[in-house]
């Protein structure tokens, strides 16, 4: 049953409810990636995108969740990896996950033999997935739904604990995306490299190593001292997320 109910995290009951980073947040990974884009990539997405930006794109995919032609793709924002388990020791959705799908449009992308609209379709869902996964509870670990089914309060007002880390603290910052892209710490090459160099089960992993801070929440009653323990947080996934975008796109297309 708890397997059944990780699996349902988005499922029609709460989809409204799991959505990564937000569309400010999303767009902050997406300026991030664009300024580390070589010149050939950069030369290569904008066709393929006919000269729309990273950014504009980058909250395509959830945008489509009304649109029925795209219910497989519901599951694939997420995965449940079981603490104490491995992505491979947990069970798998059948409807697929962050971790599958990333891996899958990569290896689809790096053909270069997709038509037209499905190789843009696939960038555009590579640019928002790549943030999804620096979202702590879209890399989830129990049956409740990736901290939707936690209710806080959020400096008194009704929240839950995804939706505060997908948008209340971005929101309660009263940044712009092009804000909080650029008030983040811009990494040394050293780091950029590093980054760079990490596989999609890194990213999850680290997403992992942050649920002990994530659900440390008290009484539930959310406000000051959560966010300034864990903002800094919030901008670190985000431009973890821009620099190793950037990294993948340019293996794509900057080759």
């Not at 059944?4 to 988005?10: K, S």
């Not at 890399?139 to 839950?160: I, Y």
């Not at 959560?226 to 993948?248: D, P, T």
């Amino acid at each position: 049953m708890k397997t059944i109910l990780a699996f349902c995290f988005c499922t029609a009951t709460s989809i409204t409810l799991c959505f990564g980073w937000g569309a400010t947040g999303h767009r902050a990974v997406a300026l991030i990636a664009e300024k580390h884009l070589t010149a050939k990539a950069k030369k290569n997405i904008e066709k393929i995108l006919n000269k729309h930006s990273l950014a504009e794109v980058s909250a395509w995919m959830d945008e489509i969740r009304s649109d029925s032609a795209y219910n497989q793709t519901a599951d694939w924002h997420w995965v449940t990896i079981e603490t104490g388990k491995t992505y491979e020791q947990s069970p798998k959705n059948p409807h697929g996950d962050v971790i599958e799908s990333i891996n899958r449009i990569v290896s689809a992308l790096k053909l270069h033999t997709l038509d037209a609209r499905k190789e843009t379709e696939y960038l555009k869902m590579l640019i928002h997935l790549v943030g999804d996964i620096h979202q702590p509870l879209h890399v989830g670990c129990c049956d409740d739904q990736g901290g939707n089914k936690v209710k806080v309060k959020w400096f008194r007002s009704e929240s839950n604990l995804h939706r505060v880390w997908d948008s209340d603290m971005i929101d309660g910052s009263k940044l712009s995306f092009t804000e909080l892209a650029g008030f983040t710490t811009e990494p040394s090459l050293v780091t950029i490299t590093a980054w760079q160099k990490n596989t999609v089960y890194d990213w999850a992993n680290e997403s992992i190593a942050l649920r002990a801070r994530v659900y440390a929440i008290g009484d539930g009653n959310l406000g000051y001292s959560y966010n300034y323990k864990n903002f800094n947080v919030v901008q670190e996934q985000i431009s973890r997320a821009g620099i190793r975008l950037a990294g993948l796109l340019n293996q794509i297309y900057g080759k």
